[in-house]
């Protein structure tokens, strides 16, 4: 997708942090946004000062882990626009800590939201999308994290993350065929409120004691511009590329991981069963 202007972009997670970042990004290129976010006083904030810009802006509050509301996502950015051209299945939490220390309401709640969430906007737009015809696309964010292994830090965490992987890499190619492509963004640490994700964590799966800020030694607090990362995933659409590595310097550790995997294929290559 190359021309942007007029468009319409639909950002979950939209009222901050990378959403936002994106949100903001997509107006200046003169796309109409629909601002989506579980918390929906903030996104309402942010559709109030994209239409101060002149870009056309709604807020719709949603629950990325509700099937439901993510189709009245879907029916209500149609209703007020009648297409969407660039789709970013954004929303997304955190906690911190190994996998084995990690209780069952921290793997369900993760999953909700990061993986859930992610395949819900993709089955709630995607027939619209092929419905519309024409060029479009789809961003699902995943972290660098998707590609390395989570250890004693953010266990869970990269657990979604890969799952997000995979599944973009499971509808890009069958979707390609109707214009539609798709990226998965892969960022490391970008500034943004992800530290504070439990402030919208379900009483039914309880408080963790604790934060992420111990844990991450203010790496969101330090990191990239959301607005920057807008305009990563801005040239990446347009260069329909389908990794979006913003932190090109973690490159040497994504090899190394892999080099992991390579010696598995050494090793069962030596192998007399």
């Known amino acids: 997708m190359q021309d942007f202007k007029g468009k319409i972009a639909v950002v979950t997670g939209g009222a901050s942090g990378i959403g936002e970042g994106m949100a903001r990004t997509f107006a200046a290129e003169g796309m109409h946004v629909v601002v989506s976010d579980i918390e929906g006083d903030r996104a309402e904030s942010v559709s109030a000062s994209l239409r101060e810009t002149g870009a056309r802006s709604i807020a719709v509050q949603t629950d ?17 626009f009648g297409a969407a051209h660039l789709v ?20 369900s709640w993760l999953f909700r939201v990061n993986v859930n969430g992610v395949i819900h906007g993709c089955q709630a ?28 830090i953010l266990g869970v965490y990269t657990a979604t993350k890969a799952s997000v992987v995979g599944i ?13 492509g798709m990226s998965v963004l892969c960022p490391a640490f970008v500034t943004s409120n992800l530290i504070e994700a439990e ?75």
Request: charged share 25%; with cysteine.
């Open 168 to 180: 973009t890499e499971s509808y890009a190619d069958s979707i390609k065929a109707h214009g539609i």
């Open 64 to 80: 990325v882990t509700d099937r439901d509301a993510v189709e009245a996502l879907a029916d209500k950015t149609y209703a007020e």
């Open 199 to 273: 402030r919208n964590r379900p009483d039914e799966f309880g408080k963790r004691p604790g934060g992420l800020e111990p844990i991450l030694g203010g790496g969101f607090e330090t990191g990239m511009d959301p607005l920057t990362v807008g305009k990563w995933v801005v040239r990446a659409v347009k260069d329909d590329q389908r990794f979006i590595f913003t932190h090109p310097e973690m490159r040497e550790l994504v090899e190394g991981h892999f080099a992991q995997v390579m010696e598995g294929f050494d090793w069962a290559a030596k192998q007399e069963i």
């Open 125 to 152: 737009f995607i027939p619209r999308m092929i419905e519309q015809g024409g060029d479009a696309h789809i961003v699902n964010t995943a972290s660098i994290g998707g590609f390395l292994p989570g250890g004693e």
């Open 88 to 107: 970013c299945n954004n929303a997304g939490v955190c906690v911190g800590g190994s996998a084995h220390e990690s209780s069952d309401a921290d793997w």
